[in-house]
């Protein structure tokens, strides 16, 4: 996939993000959404070969319609400015632990882990955490991991949640109500030959973590 004319296309909808333009670019945007399928059914053979758990996706249960929904927003702004890709046990269902790759011009990412799960699938996380720390911490304390990704992402409580104690050494995991691991990648990084080995090396190096967490919310 010619991924410098999509981060074109996204450029110009984000400056004319309207039904009229839209609807003229219609078939450009149909070409691109094609070419963007077959780039994920390529993710879910690269990745499935490490994570068995995406190996029988369907690549069009993967992605995001490109309409926004604009019920509930004071931006009532038709279209998505970026293409996106969710790989997980059930596709693009939230609150399962996978692998998400977002293609927008100046704010291109790969994410891995589970964000904000549902309240009993947090309190499993932080247990998991609390009782196996060591191994936890071998995954995200892993010098390859921080030079790739940093620190986990996401909002955090002020306080220890409730039934910890404040000099629990893994308070700054439990704290967390997401659990992400993340690399931004400029424009010219996703235009690059290699931008999708890239890609397929940072889900990898995520593996480890969705793992674990996979493991402590009990995805069977």
């Not at 994920?40 to 069009?60: H, R, S, T």
Request: glycine share 4%; aromatic share 12%.
């Amino acid at each position: 996939m010619v991924l410098k004319e999509l981060l074109s296309f996204l450029k110009e909808l984000k400056a004319n993000n309207e039904k009229a333009w839209f609807d003229a670019h219609k078939k450009q945007y149909e070409s691109l959404r094609k070419e963007w399928i077959l780039l994920v059914e390529q993710a879910i053979k690269k990745v499935g070969a490490f994570d068995k758990d995406v190996a029988l996706l369907e690549p069009k249960k993967c992605i995001f319609r490109i309409n926004r929904d604009i019920r509930f927003s004071k931006d009532k702004s038709p279209y998505k400015t970026n293409f996106g890709m969710s790989l997980s046990k059930i596709g693009k269902k939230d609150n399962f632990c996978g692998y998400y790759l977002h293609i927008e011009p100046e704010n291109s990412f790969v994410a891995g882990g589970v964000y904000m799960p549902m309240p009993d699938k947090l309190a499993a996380i932080r247990q998991e955490i609390d009782y196996n720390l060591d191994a936890f911490e071998s995954i995200v304390g892993k010098a390859d991991f921080k030079s790739s990704f940093g620190k986990l992402s996401g909002e955090s409580l002020q306080r220890p949640p409730k039934g910890y104690d404040i000099n629990n050494p893994a308070l700054p995991y439990l704290k967390l109500k997401s659990f992400i691991a993340e690399k931004k990648f400029s424009d010219k990084e996703v235009c690059a030959p290699d931008f999708t080995d890239q890609v397929y090396a940072s889900f990898k190096k995520m593996y480890p973590l969705t793992q674990f967490l996979s493991a402590a919310m009990h995805e069977d």
